[in-house]
């Protein structure tokens, strides 16, 4: 999976580098999928989200279409019954719902579904759905939608495993969209000290009414909400190894931190997370690694080393 900009590492980056492994990828939306095609991707693109109108251009760039509601399945019927595509040029992979109530059709609808899309002349490539939670329930709901299906389309791919389901052998089908698991240690956060002072005790840091209980030793690390360092429930950074909380409200362009008895130089690295501390960062958070791998936005560059097997997203230095 790639979608959000492959999980914040980047879109293209990240295809190119894993082309030679992966069998195709999964976008959640049309934009993303021309992305690939226009960077030189080849292999299948998986379209998760594709409304109505934009089923014709994404059948016309070669990606596979995921249907699932009345209105995308009767604009796929008219585009092929008025010769805008032709039925051999779509290539379709029907949601079912099985328990989620986000995406697809009823798994009771599946026969009408199936015998629609073969009057027209389309055969299946695929079949899906998403576990909420690894409930018997949703599993037997997906096998009947898949025996449906193969009635028709033998062939379809069926596929409803991701990363935190893919260990379950019975889950994998015939497909596994990995996602969060491709990324496990990929990417660390850096930024850089723009300031450091020596605040005392009672006095107020940054916006609000934030006032320190003790004497103590603060650094002004450049990056805030515009960037993705979380503004309601901010996770601390690390200077020389050390955790440093943020202290008072996170600024749009940077944050102060508390480093307590030593005091960094103006420049010094500062480590806003990485493959080990990012499940810490997300607790801190209140949030989960995902957030916390596609928040970073804004004044970002990111520097790949693939040799390594990682990709490094650093803030951009700013003025003090």
Not at 30 to 44: F, V, Y
Not at 103 to 128: H, N, P, Q, T, W
Not at 168 to 189: F, H, N, P, Q, S
């Amino acid at each position: 999976m790639v979608k959000a900009d492959a999980y914040g590492h980047g879109l293209c980056e990240v295809a190119q580098a894993v082309e030679d492994i992966v069998d195709g990828y999964g976008v959640a939306v049309l934009e993303e999928g021309l992305s690939l095609r226009a960077c030189g991707i080849k292999k299948p693109v998986l379209l998760l989200i594709c409304p109505p109108d934009e089923l014709i251009e994404a059948i016309n760039h070669d990606l596979s279409v995921c249907i699932g509601n009345e209105t995308q399945l009767a604009a796929l019927e008219n585009a092929v019954l008025d010769g805008i595509i032709s039925a051999d040029q779509a290539k379709i992979h029907i949601a079912v719902d099985t328990g989620m109530h986000r995406l697809g059709f009823d798994v009771d609808a599946m026969d009408v579904v199936l015998k629609r899309l073969c009057k027209i002349g389309i055969s299946a490539e695929g079949v899906y759905s998403h576990l909420r939670v690894r409930s018997q329930k949703q599993i037997k709901a997906f096998d009947r939608a898949c025996d449906i299906v193969r009635a028709y389309c033998p062939n379809a791919l069926r596929h409803i495993a991701s990363s935190h389901s893919a260990g379950c052998k019975t889950l994998r089908y015939d497909a596994v969209r990995v996602g969060l698991y491709a990324y496990e240690g990929a990417m660390r956060i850096e930024s850089k000290v723009i300031a450091v002072r020596r605040v005392a005790a009672g006095e107020y840091v940054s916006y609000g009414s934030f006032k320190l209980s003790r004497d103590t030793n603060t650094a002004v690390v450049f990056g805030g909400y515009a960037d993705g360092v979380q503004r309601e429930n901010p996770s601390a950074v690390y200077i020389r190894g050390r955790e440093c909380r943020v202290l008072g409200k996170v600024c749009m362009d940077m944050c102060v931190v508390d480093c307590g008895d030593f005091l960094p130089d103006i420049g010094e690295k500062v480590v806003l997370s990485d493959a080990e501390k990012i499940k810490r960062v997300s607790k801190m958070r209140r949030s989960v690694e995902y957030t916390a791998m596609t928040c970073w936005h804004g004044r970002i560059e990111r520097i790949y080393e693939y040799d390594k097997g990682r990709s490094e997203v650093s803030l951009k230095k700013g003025d003090s």
